[in-house]
Every structure is written in C-alpha cells, then in structure tokens.
C-alpha cells in the first residue's frame, strides 16, 4: 500500500493533493457488524433458494475441482458424460422405433393426408346423394373442381 | 485471529483465514468479511458515489467470494484476489447503470455520474480564492464523476486508497505500463475540470 515514487513539482501534483485530501470514506459506525448480519441472512435466503439440482452441480464442480486427483475425477466425470449421453440417444432411438411400430403417422403422412382431404371429402358426398339432400347446409361449402 | 497477527504478517494471517474458510469455517470467513469491508467500502464508493449501491455491491462481492473461496488457489494474496472481485463487479455494476439512464434519457443522457452537474466557469479571480476547501472537493467528486468508470477505478486505487502500480495493474489485469497512463490521463482530464480552481 506504499507509494511507489515521490512525486515531483508539476501541475498533475496538485490534483494528486487534492485527491489525497479526500481520504478514504470510512463506512458509518456500525455498519461493518450489520453488514455481517444481513450477509448472514442472505446466506441462509440463499441456500433456501437454491434447488436441489443447484446444489448437487455445485457440489460436482467442488469435488472436481479439488487438487486431490483431479485428472482422474475429471477423466471419471468424462467417461460419465459419454455413457450419459450414449443412453440419451438411445432412448431417442427406442422411443422413434415404438412410434413407428404403434401405427402412429408420421409428419410426411399427416400432410399427405391434409392436402388430400378436399377430393376424399367430394367423393364421399357423390356417393351419398339422399344424405345430402337431407341436410343441405353440410354442402354450403364450395368444393374445388 | 489477534494470537496469531502477533507472530504473522497481514497476508499470512489472511492465508490462515482463506484456507480455514476453505475447509468450511464459516468463522474464518467473516472475521475476512470484517477486515476488508472498511477498504472495500471506500473502494466501492468512491466508483459509485452512492452509499446504497456500495452496500449492495460488497454484499454480492462477499456471497461470490464466499461461494468461490475454495476455487481460491493462492496464486495472489486474498486481498487482490477480492479486489478484483470487487472492481470487476462494480464496473459491471456501473456499465449497467449508465446504460439505464442512457435508455431512461431517451439515449441523450451524458453518460456521466449521477452528481455530475456541469462546471460552471467562474467568472473573476476574486471568486475562485473564495471557494473553499469542501468546494473545492465537491467540484473534485464532480470532476471525478465525469471520468470514465476505468479511469476513475484507476485513481480511486492509486491515489485515494494509495495502491502501487503493479497491484492496481494486477486487479484490473493489465500492464503497468497502461495503469501509468490511464493515470496520466485521468489526472489531465481532473486538471481540467479544476482549472478555474487551481488558478
């Protein structure tokens, strides 16, 4: 906290002076010991906060990065990451095959499906004359022809 | 912590402290929380000109310190290491609210401080003898406010709390060379802010 030089006579000296006048600002009295308390309390509001899963990768990264065997808990942590994301795809994978074997329609399908609803919808109504004469207002919609 | 500041020097006593905190003595922690708030407070201050926002900022400089006080490898003394926790937050603190009332402003605001009223010229001779000393330091706290934050970070550490060189370049992580003149800079721009003054 020492000055490093001694400074020589020259305008920039004066504004040092000036500065050096203003002293440090001490905190009020007292403030130092409820400044430890409302740091206590927002400690413990902190730690509630937190969530479970927070802590558990806070808790990971501590031990990771704690010297005592570092490379090898960060190699375990590795071969951890891979295994964890093999499974991940593999379930993707099991998950897409159960969809596709349970019928379900795919994408493609679906807008196949969308684009030829109009002409379905027209041959189901010619084949139907009496219905339709019954309930007229089902054919207020203009078909494309 | 008194017992062993009879037989150790400040930085050992702090390494003491660190690792004691390190290893969960919460104790430990705050007697550093008590030691430096002080320094740090005047720190803090003198960069945002505001009690209010120096009490929240060191509150969060402590919750991060304390959260990473076991990441702290002892490659520099605590009281760097915290410095520059400190600087860095209060900069991040300060870009943040400048950018708040540019926007408030309707982006014409000055990007000044908050006190930053303008300097008037003073007319004749006679006046400026008969500004006083605690004027003559409120224009100094004006003037300063008008430096950019790096460069009012800068004299606030080397001279209103009387850190060297190679600390200050440290805790900003700069070259010496570029601490000097920042320096240099931030003195030209306070001289004349002050001209009137030092007449």
């Not at chain 1, 795919?106 to 969308?114: C, R, Y």
């Not at chain 2, 390190?22 to 005047?42: H, I, W």
């Not at chain 2, 014409?108 to 009223?117: D, I, L, N, S």
Request: aromatic share 6%; glycine share 8%; net charge positive.
């Amino acid at each position: 906290m020492n000055r490093e030089e001694p400074r020589g006579p020259g305008s920039e000296n004066e504004v040092q002076k000036l500065l050096r006048m203003k002293g440090l600002v001490p905190p009020p009295e007292g403030y130092v010991e409820n400044f430890l308390s409302e740091f206590h309390e927002r400690q413990r509001s902190e730690l509630l906060r937190r969530s479970a899963r927070g802590l558990f990768v806070e808790r990971i990264g501590t031990w990771l990065w704690h010297p005592s065997g570092r490379g090898l808990k960060l190699a375990a942590a590795g071969v951890g990451g891979v295994i964890m994301m093999g499974a991940v795809v593999q379930l993707n994978r099991r998950a897409n095959t159960l969809r596709e074997s349970s019928g379900a329609i795919s994408p493609s399908t679906e807008a196949g499906l969308i684009e030829s609803f109009p002409s379905m919808l027209r041959q189901n109504n010619a084949s139907d004359p009496e219905k339709n004469a019954k309930h007229p207002d089902k054919n207020d919609v203009p078909m494309p022809k | 912590m008194s017992a062993c500041s009879e037989q150790t020097s400040p930085a050992q006593e702090d390494q003491i402290l660190v690792a004691r905190s390190q290893n969960g003595d919460t104790a430990a922690f705050d007697s550093l929380v008590v030691k430096f708030t002080p320094k740090l407070y005047g720190l803090v201050y003198h960069m945002t000109d505001n009690h209010e926002d120096t009490h929240d900022i060191l509150q969060e400089v402590f919750a991060k310190a304390y959260r990473s006080v076991r990441r702290f490898r002892g490659g520099s003394s605590f009281y760097t290491w915290i410095y520059s926790i400190a600087v860095n937050m209060t900069l991040n603190f300060l870009k943040k609210r400048s950018r708040n009332r540019r926007f408030a402003l309707g982006e014409e605001g000055t990007g000044g401080g908050q006190k930053a009223e303008p300097i008037e010229p003073v007319a004749t001779d006679d006046t400026v003898r008969e500004v006083s000393n605690r004027e003559l330091k409120e224009r100094l706290n004006v003037a300063l406010q008008k430096l950019s934050n790096e460069h009012r970070a800068v004299v606030t550490m080397f001279d209103i709390q009387g850190m060297p060189h190679a600390e200050i370049a440290k805790i900003l992580s700069l070259s010496e060379g570029t601490v000097r003149s920042r320096l240099h800079y931030a003195h030209q721009q306070l001289q004349n802010h002050l001209e009137d003054f030092r007449k």
